[in-house]
């Protein structure tokens, strides 16, 4: 084990309290005393700035207390930022050496009717700047603040009521004025005796149009007939951008996870991709990717979801895994053209990375005491989530911390896709005592060396053989911390690290298999993690989450979840344990197809302990009720079928009415050996569709905007500045104040560095021209906003075996309250249906595929 930190000291997040300014009015010029310019780095050196040897003394050790006001009579709001799209036509990705925009003058994009976008250098446009010849607005930047801030007050009040059975409804739903003019509407009328606040979310709120198209079962349909008419139901077509939603728009087609996740999620959709490449649905995966990659560009990174309550943290980075499911159909294209966003998306997650101390971190990025550079969760804010705001609250309420820590913690649990899990907390079962942001888990720190492989065989790719080699060098060293750190020999298995304590943390998970389907533990690991998946983790129904039960959480025992049993048994057939692979496919086949025979549905998680096989998947557990679609289970239900037709027919026969012959699986593939044809070439020549806009709204519209980025406000009312986007100058940032750490050197709260540019590694092989060339597809413009949409409710879910639609909350409102690497020696190459692969660290030999 490594000695714990001795100079860190536990975080001094304050209190969060409910954010107290509205929304900067929307159909109005903004008044220049409203808006606020980031303090320059001399001003706010104590601000949470990542941290640094400090040559003074350090007067101000409180990292999280956010910027001073500039003495205006409203909340500080940070300048808008650029929206990160290009002018239509190109997707220049500016050369690293260009240096950054100067605090506040940050280019703002504007669209006019008759031409492409143009880049201003006013904060804050007027009004008229947004305006066609003829009145109205040409287009509109959207207001990327959550719900939570953009409502402040309603949106609490919402919450507090119980007004939706579902809080998340509440962060979806679209209001029907400017924020502004609806929050000043809701302060008079409160006040009335008669007022109810439920009539008045009814008269003000339309909730998102959802598809209206359902799944009609057939008597004698089987259950791949079920995932294939499930696509078109789980699909969604190009995004138009609505006035005042939360939703954010995206300009290709896109497979949402089913029920209450009607958005794009990140690493849901790789699982589900897996589905769409068995069933050889190529241009709807390559749409999803392209989804991806238009967020980058846009955002600086992939949100959790496409939801800008969402923007404030990520998931657990699978876009090059994409990229490498792409490759074995495309070719090399696939990894040159991203190539752009590729590293974006690790410039995101290794924000940072020079500036830390041994002992501390900032944002993402964790140095150990012994210079080991490793990865965490987190969120860039310190308030309740947008969709589980009461749930938060209560949370926040019970456990006797700094309110602020809880709600990060909380966040940065969502982040790493198990939220919730006893993985994350600190007595193991209670969720107050959550604490994700101390942990270095294993499968972001497995990703994480797969992204620098990735951007290696680009670079190499590109002809750049330094920062190919500089990145296989990354990737080999966070490989070996994987194997050192992660690794618990006591147990027999990779664990999640503390880092604040020095140890690993007592529970064991089915994030073991995550280095073997990585291909990142060595021959003896994957032996001792075989044998004790064997003996742990193995049930009835296939793999459980963790060996903790009775905490409530849905991430624990007695559940079990696709991506889990898919990394398990590609990681195993890797490592050459077959037999076992084949028992974890054959029980979860079992299980998944048992319960459809039994209700017609595909369901998002199972009770793989009970040996009874209930129609409803189990008791579910967690923030809501169990969901049905549902994206990666039919992907990688798919992929398992097609893996292990023997194994199939076994349980086809024990369930006849999902019974279907299953077909041959598709031949083994290495995607580094793809060559792209001309079909593909052509495809990637296309330029990028734009987002369908709807009518504009008749009246000027003009929210404050934001995007998240580097620092992290210590309430709603600060709102972080924007990342900077792919296509946005990233010249090197200039050196931090002496005085930029205070003696704690933990820096757990991170502030604008450098202009909000992310550090660069001063040894880092600079990219070529080449490497910054225009990528062949454009990304989206700013769409045209659209004034509300017409409702249209979801139609009921039939259930049984007569029909399936999504299942979404009605969003009705009720009167009656809610409860609150040595690797493995040339291991041949697996099939395709893994659907990513894992590079060797020297870039000379092909992988072999996940």
């Not at 997707?91 to 031409?115: F, I, L, R």
């Not at 074995?328 to 940072?352: C, I, K, N, R, S």
């Not at 209560?394 to 309110?403: V, W």
């Not at 048994?569 to 496919?585: M, P, R, W």
Request: hydrophobic share 35%.
């Amino acid at each position: 084990m490594l000695p714990a930190p001795t100079s860190v000291t536990p975080d001094a997040a304050p209190q969060a309290t409910p954010a107290q300014a509205p929304a900067t009015p929307a159909a109005q010029t903004v008044p220049a005393g409203n808006v606020t310019t980031p303090p320059s780095p001399a001003t706010t050196a104590d601000q949470g700035a990542p941290p640094q040897q400090a040559t003074a003394p350090a007067t101000t050790p409180d990292t999280n207390t956010p910027p001073a006001s500039t003495g205006t009579s409203g909340p500080a709001i940070t300048p808008p930022a650029p929206a990160g799209v290009p002018a239509a036509g190109g997707s220049d990705h500016a050369d690293a050496a260009s240096p950054p925009p100067a605090p506040g003058t940050e280019p703002v994009q504007t669209v006019h009717k008759d031409g492409p976008a143009s880049t201003g250098s006013s904060p804050v446009p007027p009004a008229d700047a947004l305006m066609s010849d003829a009145g109205a607005p040409a287009a509109l930047v959207q207001d990327l603040r959550p719900p939570s801030v953009v409502l402040d007050g309603l949106f609490q009040a919402i919450g507090e009521a119980h007004i939706y059975t579902d809080a998340k409804t509440a962060a979806d739903a679209i209001p029907d004025e400017a924020p502004a003019d609806l929050l000043a509407e809701y302060n008079v009328a409160k006040q009335r005796p008669d007022f109810s606040l439920k009539d008045f979310v009814a008269r003000h709120f339309t909730l998102p149009e959802r598809k209206t198209v359902s799944y009609q079962r057939t008597p004698d349909e089987n259950v791949r007939d079920y995932i294939n008419g499930m696509w078109e139901v789980l699909s969604r077509p190009p995004d138009m951008q609505v006035a005042y939603s939360s939703q954010l728009p995206l300009p290709y087609t896109y497979v949402v996870p089913g029920g209450r996740f009607s958005e794009l999620y990140y690493w849901d959709s790789y699982f589900t991709m897996i589905g769409l490449y068995e069933n050889q649905k190529i241009d709807l995966m390559r749409d999803m990717v392209r989804d991806m990659a238009s967020m980058i560009d846009r955002y600086g990174h992939i949100p959790n979801g496409s939801r800008t309550y969402y923007l404030s943290r990520s998931q657990v980075p699978f876009f090059s895994l994409m990229v490498d499911l792409l490759a074995m159909h495309d070719g090399q294209v696939a990894y040159t053209t991203f190539l752009p966003e590729l590293q974006a998306e690790y410039d995101y997650w290794m924000d940072g990375q020079d500036s830390v101390p041994p002992g501390g971190a900032y944002r993402h990025v964790v140095r150990l005491p012994d210079g080991t550079l490793m990865n965490r969760h987190w969120d860039d804010l310190d308030t309740p989530r947008d969709e589980s705001y009461p749930q938060d609250i209560a949370t926040a309420a019970q456990s006797g911390r700094p309110k602020g820590e809880v709600y990060r913690d909380l966040r940065a649990g969502s982040e790493t896709g198990w939220d919730f899990s006893s993985r994350w907390l600190a007595d193991g079962h209670t969720l107050s005592t959550i604490h994700t942001t101390d942990l270095l888990t294993v499968e972001l720190n497995c990703m994480i060396p797969h992204l620098e492989q990735t951007l290696a065989h680009a670079y190499d790719l590109k002809g750049n053989k330094d920062a190919a080699a500089r990145y296989n060098r990354l990737a080999q060293e966070r490989i070996d911390a994987v194997q050192r750190i992660l690794w618990d020999e006591r147990r027999a298995a990779f664990i999640d690290y503390d880092w604040k304590k020095g140890e690993s943390t007592s529970i064991l998970s089915g994030a073991t298999v995550v280095p073997l389907f990585m291909q990142m533990a060595t021959p003896e690991q994957a032996k001792a993690v075989s044998e004790t998946v064997r003996k742990n983790l193995l049930k009835e129904g296939g793999l459980i989450a963790t060996e903790r039960s009775g905490s409530g959480q849905q991430w624990d025992s007695p559940n079990g979840w696709a991506p889990l049993q898919w990394m398990a048994v590609k990681g195993l057939n890797q490592y050459g344990y077959d037999e076992l692979a084949s028992d974890i496919a054959a029980r979860w086949m079992g299980r998944v197809i048992g319960t459809y025979e039994k209700s017609g549905v595909l369901l998002e998680k199972y009770d793989v302990v009970n040996p009874f096989i209930s129609p409803k998947g189990g008791k579910g557990g967690g923030e809501y009720p169990m969901q049905i679609g549902f994206g990666w289970t039919n992907g990688t239900l798919l992929g398992l079928m097609n893996r292990y037709p023997q194994n199939t027919r076994v349980v086809l026969d024990r369930n006849p009415a999902a019974d279907q012959p299953s077909p041959q699986p598709l031949p083994p593939m290495n995607p580094y050996g793809v060559q792209s044809d001309n079909d593909a070439l052509s495809r990637y020549s296309q330029p990028t569709v734009t987002l369908t806009p709807r009518p504009v709204a008749p009246t000027p519209i003009l929210p404050q905007m934001s995007t998240v980025g580097a620092s992290a406000p210590s309430s709603a009312t600060q709102i972080p500045p924007a990342a900077p986007a792919v296509n946005a100058p990233s010249g090197t940032p200039p050196a931090a104040p002496a005085a930029a750490a205070s003696t704690e050197q933990h820096a757990d709260t991170p502030s604008p560095a450098a202009d909000g540019q992310p550090a660069q590694s001063a040894q880092a092989a600079q990219p070529t021209a080449a490497d910054h060339a225009p990528a062949t597809e454009t990304p989206p413009a700013p769409a045209t906003v659209a004034t509300k949409p017409t409702e249209t409710p979801a139609p009921p879910a039939t259930g049984g075996t007569q029909g399936v639609s999504e299942a979404h909350d009605s969003g009705t409102p009720t009167t009656k309250d809610a409860p609150a690497t040595a690797q493995p020696a040339q291991p041949a190459p697996a099939d395709t249906h893994a659907g990513s692969t894992d590079k060797t660290v020297t870039g000379e030999n092909p992988p072999a595929t996940h």
